[in-house]
């Protein structure tokens, strides 16, 4: 190896110059690589696969406090929506940790200046809300609105050429219990307008860095490093029954309530607003059955007790198409050997008793499809693959089209579906346009599409090659001055 001497490099004004006294051992080469080394981006090694760093408790931590960090601005930004809701939301109930703020003007001081009062005012358990030395207002069970126009009615008794004004500045969080058919009974963060089904509909993330998770609030997005190490799944399990929740209130209040109907119907009456300290139970479901083929909405639904073929059909399945054959209907029970159960004209009239996971099928007449039904290969399903939220197989249905069966398999994924990008092919692998009669065996893939979902995927190693190559070139330069 070489042993030369240079010049130590001072700055003068922003230009360098030199002076000798310093020796300096090394090799243009090994130079080179020990910087490019040194610049090698963070977010490179992270990502190789079986890397040591990958393996190191201090470099999972820091992603930890990264995923944290980003977490608490999520939750900021979820502060300021949440206050525009509570101020634009007729119906928003005053809760114990709001805080809101007077403000009024008692009149003129000797000197001739107009005074100002402003007196910041936080609701307790108590509901009882002292407005400055002139009264009180009981804000229990009152909303926003009417405590607002009770609080400035009071002001204006006292000082009726007073301009006042009260406002919210931040709305109260609080806690609520849920027990029974979830995953793991626990505490839940709520606020005056999370509903029944908002708690419910939430997802656990469960991490794989130390075994840690948590609930994922509206709004929360995984990216980068914590899709990574997250997966998600609902707080309910496979035996939940929406259609049987009790909610038990803080004053001992115990109602029932059917989700069920909230969204069937749109019955908010059965989809409350959460209150604080609600201990909310979800109960075990008692018979879930299956409908497909001829009617208008097939699916999987949760009978209450007395109901049976015939309402899962009309009420439940919408009723049956034009196309329908009862004559040719069956059920698929699920005993030791799958009993098939053969319905009849008669079995429509008297209402069937229907058992837990019956599986109803109602197929259409047999000159609907003479064209298709010659190929033996052919099942009533069509097939949604791709980014969608459930992908699988799912009953046909005459008069649908394609939109319909991307709604059964649970929708788009917003993150890698744009524009409601679809390829639609039919048995004979021919592309369809999204206008096609949709037939038994049509298979319609949602798209891939999303400019943020590769972004996300490759943009990390192309930013580490490119500062690679920079920091080469860099170091090029620098070496032949």
Not at 307 to 327: C, Q
Request: proline residues 4%; contains cysteine; charged residues 15%.
């Amino acid at each position: 190896m070489k042993t030369m001497f240079i010049r130590n490099a001072e700055f003068n004004g922003g230009q360098p110059y030199f002076r000798r006294g310093i020796l300096f051992t090394s090799a243009k080469f090994l130079t080179v690589i020990f910087l490019m080394f040194c610049a090698l981006p963070q977010s490179m090694m992270a990502q190789t696969s079986g890397s040591t760093a990958a393996q190191n408790p201090a470099t999972q931590t820091s992603a930890a406090q990264a995923l944290l960090q980003s977490a608490q601005s999520q939750n900021l930004t979820d502060a300021v929506l949440r206050l525009q809701l509570a101020l634009s939301a007729p119906d928003y109930r005053v809760t114990a940790g709001d805080v809101y703020t007077l403000a009024y003007s008692p009149g003129v001081s000797s000197s001739g200046t107009v005074t100002t009062v402003q007196i910041p005012i936080t609701i307790d358990t108590s509901y009882r809300v002292r407005v400055s030395n002139m009264g009180i207002a009981n804000s229990d069970g009152k909303t926003y609105q009417q405590l607002k126009r009770q609080v400035e009615a009071i002001v204006l008794e006292n000082y009726p050429l007073s301009p006042v004004e009260f406002t919210m500045i931040r709305p109260a969080s609080f806690v609520v219990y849920v027990k029974g058919e979830v995953r793991t009974a626990q505490s839940m963060e709520a606020w005056a307008l999370t509903r029944l089904s908002d708690a419910l509909t939430r997802t656990v993330a469960t991490s794989s860095i130390g075994g840690g998770g948590g609930i994922l609030t509206e709004g929360m997005i995984l990216t980068g490093m914590s899709q990574q190490n997250f997966q998600t799944s609902s707080i309910l399990t496979d035996f939940a029954s929406t259609r049987d929740i009790t909610i038990l209130s803080s004053n001992g209040t115990k109602r029932t309530y059917d989700l069920f109907k909230a969204t069937r119907d749109g019955d908010l009456s059965q989809n409350p607003y959460l209150r604080p300290g609600d201990i909310i139970t979800v109960g075990r479901v008692q018979r879930r059955v299956t409908i497909g083929g001829a009617v208008e909405r097939p699916g999987t639904y949760q009978l209450l007790e007395g109901e049976n073929l015939n309402e899962l059909i009309v009420k439940y399945g919408g009723g049956l198409t034009r196309f329908a054959d009862k004559a040719n209907s069956e059920i698929l029970r699920y005993t030791p050997d799958n009993t098939i159960i053969k319905l009849t004209e008669k079995d429509f009239d008297d209402t069937f008793e229907l058992l837990d996971y019956d599986n109803v099928t109602i197929r259409p007449t047999t000159n609907m499809y003479v064209a298709i039904t010659e190929n033996p290969l052919i099942t009533n399903y069509v097939t949604v693959s791709g980014s969608v939220r459930m992908p699988g197989r799912y009953p046909h249905a005459a008069d649908r089209n394609w939109e319909y069966y991307i709604g059964l398999a649970g929708g788009f994924i917003k993150t890698e579906n744009s524009f409601s990008s679809v390829t639609i092919t039919d048995l004979d692998g021919k592309r369809l346009t999204k206008k096609s009669v949709i037939r038994p065996e049509t298979v319609i893939t949602a798209n891939t599409n999303n400019f943020l979902y590769y972004f996300n995927q490759y943009a990390p190693p192309i930013t580490a090659v490119l500062s690679v190559i920079t920091a080469f070139l860099s170091i090029q330069t620098y070496l032949n001055k």
